[in-house]
């Protein structure tokens, strides 16, 4: 059952690919004042190095 709506919710819904369109798109939910704040700490989050 469960393995049936998220088949469903992929085959209807548009999934972003590249991050910076993800984040485009989750930032349409951040509130005016906090902005500055969440798009600081993205920075932050994806200009770290990965370890191997």
Not at 9 to 22: E, F, K, L, R, W
């Amino acid at each position: 059952m469960i393995y049936s709506k998220l088949m469903h919710y992929t085959s209807t819904s548009q999934v972003q690919c590249c991050i910076s369109h993800m984040t485009r798109s989750s930032m349409k939910f951040v509130p005016y004042k906090d902005y500055k704040a969440v798009t600081s700490d993205l920075k932050k989050i994806y200009r770290l190095v990965t370890v191997a």
